[in-house]
C-alpha cells in the first residue's frame, strides 16, 4: 500500500459514501467507513434503479443534465456488470406533451445527450406494451442500475485496497480538540462495544440523516426527509426506461429491472427518516399514472411498494455558506461554517452521478490535507459485486 | 414537481389490523436467542420488513436486521418467517395472519435469522459463506428475453437484463444438505450452470469444479431450493443439468 497522507473517517453506507471511500484509497489515504446497518439501507438501495442521461432533467438544469451523460460514459465503462443499458424512450402522450417537445429535444442536445425522435411505429417493435395513443418517441441513452450491487462494486474495490468497512456501527459522538476533529466515538450495535476510532478528517454522507450525524457534533444542519413511492409489478413489461415527455412530475418514469417493472415516484416532507410509511392512496396513484404510459401496467400482479428518502437541505448559515459541487449536491465545510476544523457535510445528488460526488468530496479532502490531486476513479474498472464477500476484509474487528 | 409536496401534513393512515411479532434476539457468543415479542399496527400492503422498521423505529432501536431495496432485487432481507425462508420485504403480513389462521394457530408473526450464514446479531447474518464457492468471473447479465422478437436500437447489440438469482442465500440455508456436510450449495452450482449456458467455452474448465462430492454429486435432490427460491432461478434444475453435461462429456 501506498503511505497514507491521512486517516479519513467516512460516515455513511450508502452510494456517496461508497464512490467516497473507493476514491480516498485511490488517492493513497487510509479510510474507514461506518454504517449503521448494512450497506445502502438508507436511500440508495431502494432507489427506482434508473441510470439517468440527464434526459429527465435537461429542461430544468442543463448542468445537471450534462454530468448525468458524463457520468452514465463512465459508468458504462468502470461497472457495466451493474447495469441494464437498453436505452429510454421518452413518449409525448397529449398535445401540451408535444408543445414540449421542442423545448426538450433543445434541452438535451445543449446538454449533450445523444437524442433522436423516432418513427412511432419503430418504438411499438422496440416496445410493443407501450401506450399506442403515444404521439411522439424520442430514444434517450437511459439504463437500469442494480442499487445494490453498483456501490458494493465501489466497496469491493476499496476493501480489496485496504479500506476499512465497518457495518452495524453507529456514531455516536463526533470528537474534537482544539476546534479540529481528532476522530469518532462508535458503538458497535451487535455487541454494545463503544470503541473510539482516531481521525484526521471525518465525511459525513449520511444523507437524509446528516442532521443527526451533525447534531452528534454538535452542530445544526436543517435537513427535511423528502420521500418518494414506488411500486413494483410482477412481470417485467419494458425493456427500456419508458418516460412520459413532460415537465418532470409524479409517476411518470417506469424503470424495467429483472423480471419487474418499477414506476416512481412521488414526493412529500416528512420528520424522521426511518419512520417513512407507504401511503396507499399513492400506491393506486402510480399504478394509474404507469397506466398511462403502459396500459398493461394495471392489470399486472401487485409485486412491492416501497419509499425512500431524498435528502432536503434547509435554509441555515452553514448550509448558505456550503460549496455547491453541483445544482444538487452541497458541501459544507464545518470548519468554515461551524468552528470545527476537519469536519464536512455532504448532501444531495443522484445514484447515477455517484462517482462523480466521490470525487468533488475526495477534491475537498486533497485540498484541506494539501495533496496533490489525481482523480482516476473514471478510468479504473471496479471489481466485481461478489468480491466484496471473496476479498479478506481489511481492519473487520472479530 | 410533486403534487404531494403541496399537503404540508405527513400521510398517515389508521391501522387495519395488528400482528404480535415474536423475535429471535441473539447477540454474539450466546447462540441461544432470547425471545422478544412486539405488537405491530398493519396497513393492508405491510410486508414483514415494515414491520421490522416499525419496531426499530418506535419500540426498540437495538434490533438488527439487513435490508436495502425493499422490492426483492437485492438479496439482503432473507429470514425465517413461520418456518419458511422467505424475503422480508416481500412477504405481506395480512397474508401470513390468513394463513395461520386457515391452519388454526395464533396471530403471531415468528422471525428467526438466515441458518448456514454466520450471524452477526438478531436477525442480520454476513451472507460470506454464500459467496465461497461461486464461479471466479461470472458475469451478472443475461440476454432478457421479455418482449422478445422486438426490435433493437441501433446503439446496442441486444436487450440485457441482470440473472435472476437475488444472491438471497434462502436455498442455501433452506438446503438439508449444507447442514450435514460440506458442499458448493445450489446459488452457487445454479451460477455455475448459468455461466456455462453464457459461455460454452468455459464449459470444461468449470464442470471440473463442480465434478466432485462436494460439488454437483453432493446433491441428495431434496429439491427445497427450488421451492424457495423468490425469484424462480430453479437451483436443483440446474444441478440436475450439470450432473447431464458432466456425464455428456465424459462419454465424448
Given amino acids: 500500500m501506498k ?55 435537461a429542461a430544468g438544469d442543463r448542468e445537471i443534465a450534462r454530468e448525468c451523460i458524463q457520468e452514465v460514459e463512465i459508468l ?83 476493501r480489496a485496497g485496504g479500506a476499512a468497512i465497518r457495518t452495524f456501527t453507529e456514531v455516536m ?67 427500456m426506461v419508458i418516460s412520459h415527455l413532460h415537465p418532470a412530475g409524479d409517476g411518470d418514469i417506469i424503470v424495467p429491472q429483472r423480471g419487474l417493472s418499477i414506476v416512481g415516484s412521488t414526493q412529500w416532507l416528512a420528520e424522521d427518516p426511518d419512520s417513512i410509511e407507504v401511503p396507499s392512496a399513492q400506491i393506486e396513484y402510480l399504478v394509474r399514472r404507469a397506466s398511462e404510459m403502459i396500459p398493461a401496467f394495471r392489470e399486472t400482479p401487485f409485486h412491492a411498494a416501497w419509499a425512500a428518502c431524498r435528502p432536503l437541505a434547509g435554509a441555515s448559515s452553514n448550509v448558505e455558506d456550503g460549496r455547491k459541487l453541483s445544482r444538487d449536491f452541497i458541501a459544507i465545510d464545518h470548519g468554515r461554517s461551524d468552528n470545527l476544523k476537519g469536519f464536512i457535510s455532504v448532501i444531495g445528488g443522484k445514484a447515477t452521478v455517484l462517482r462523480a460526488m466521490g470525487e468533488k468530496t475526495v477534491d475537498l479532502v486533497c485540498e484541506h490535507f494539501g495533496v496533490r490531486r489525481e482523480c482516476t476513479t473514471a478510468v479504473t474498472p471496479l471489481l466485481p459485486h461478489r468480491a466484496y464477500y471473496n476479498t479478506v476484509p481489511a481492519g473487520r474487528s472479530a | 414537481m410533486s ?123 454476513d451472507p460470506a459463506p454464500l459467496f465461497r464457492d461461486f464461479p471466479a468471473g461470472a458475469g ?13 436500437p441501433r ?6 437484463r441482470f440473472e435472476n438469482c437475488i444472491e438471497c442465500g434462502l436455498c442455501v440455508a433452506a438446503c438439508p444438505v449444507v447442514r450435514i456436510r460440506d458442499f458448493m450449495a445450489p446459488a452457487a452450482l445454479a451460477a455455475y450452470n448459468r455461466e ?6 468455459r464449459a470444461a474448465e468449470l464442470l471440473g469444479e463442480v465434478d466432485s462430492d462436494r460439488g454437483v454429486w453432493g446433491c441428495d435432490r431434496h429439491l427445497e431450493c427450488s421451492r424457495v427460491c423468490p425469484t424462480g432461478v430453479y437451483p436443483a434444475k440446474h444441478i440436475v443439468e450439470l450432473q447431464r453435461r458432466i456425464k455428456k462429456s465424459r462419454e465424448a
Fill in chain 1, 173 to 239: 459522538e463526533i470528537e474534537s480538540a482544539a476546534g479540529s476533529v481528532t476522530g469518532v466515538r462508535v458503538r458497535e450495535q451487535a455487541t454494545g462495544r463503544e470503541y473510539r476510532i482516531a481521525a484526521d478528517m471525518v465525511v459525513s454522507a449520511a444523507g437524509a440523516w446528516a442532521g443527526t450525524v451533525a447534531q452528534r457534533a454538535g452542530i445544526h444542519i436543517p435537513v427535511t426527509p423528502a420521500p418518494g413511492t414506488m411500486v413494483a409489478v410482477k412481470k417485467r413489461l419494458n425493456n
Fill in chain 1, 76 to 158: 458504462r465503462r468502470i461497472a457495466p456488470e451493474s447495469l441494464e443499458m437498453n436505452y429510454g424512450l421518452f413518449l409525448a402522450l397529449t398535445p401540451e406533451d408535444l408543445a414540449f417537445a421542442p423545448d426538450f429535444l433543445d434541452a438535451c442536445r445543449e446538454a449533450t445527450i445523444p437524442v433522436r425522435e423516432i418513427p412511432l411505429d419503430q418504438a411499438f417493435r422496440m416496445e410493443p406494451n407501450v401506450n399506442r395513443q403515444a404521439r411522439m418517441a424520442v430514444l434517450v441513452p437511459d439504463g437500469t442500475i442494480d442499487a445494490w450491487r453498483l456501490p458494493l462494486q465501489f466497496f469491493a474495490t476499496a
Fill in chain 2, 140 to 152: 451478472y447479465l443475461r440476454e432478457s428475453e421479455f418482449n422478445r422478437g422486438s426490435e433493437v
Fill in chain 2, 3 to 125: 403534487n404531494f409536496l403541496a399537503d404540508p401534513r405527513e400521510p398517515r393512515e389508521p391501522a387495519v389490523a395488528t400482528a404480535v411479532f415474536r423475535i429471535a434476539r441473539s447477540r454474539p457468543g450466546s447462540p441461544d436467542p432470547a425471545w422478544r415479542e412486539y405488537e405491530v399496527p398493519l396497513k393492508g400492503h405491510t410486508v414483514v420488513l415494515d414491520a421490522l422498521e416499525w419496531i426499530r423505529s418506535r419500540v426498540d432501536n437495538t434490533l438488527l436486521y439487513r435490508h436495502s431495496c425493499h422490492h426483492g432485487s437485492c438479496g439482503t432481507c432473507g429470514m425465517v418467517i413461520n418456518g419458511e425462508h422467505a424475503l422480508s420485504c416481500t412477504t405481506n403480513v395480512m397474508d401470513l395472519l390468513e394463513k395461520s389462521r386457515e391452519a388454526g394457530g395464533p396471530p403471531t408473526v415468528v422471525v428467526e435469522p438466515l441458518p448456514t450464514m454466520n450471524l452477526i446479531a438478531d436477525l442480520a447474518v
Fill in chain 1, 3 to 57: 503511505s497514507s497522507h491521512g486517516h479519513v473517517l467516512v460516515i455513511g453506507g450508502g452510494g456517496t459514501g461508497a464512490a467516497i471511500i473507493h476514491d480516498l484509497l485511490l488517492q493513497g489515504f487510509s479510510a474507514t467507513l461506518v454504517e449503521r446497518g448494512e450497506l445502502t439501507s438508507g436511500t440508495t438501495g431502494r432507489h427506482h434503479g434508473q441510470l439517468h442521461s440527464g434526459a429527465r432533467y
Fill in chain 2, 196 to 201: 456455462i449456458g453464457k459461455n460454452p467455452d
Fill in chain 2, 155 to 160: 446503439e446496442i447489440e441486444r436487450f440485457v
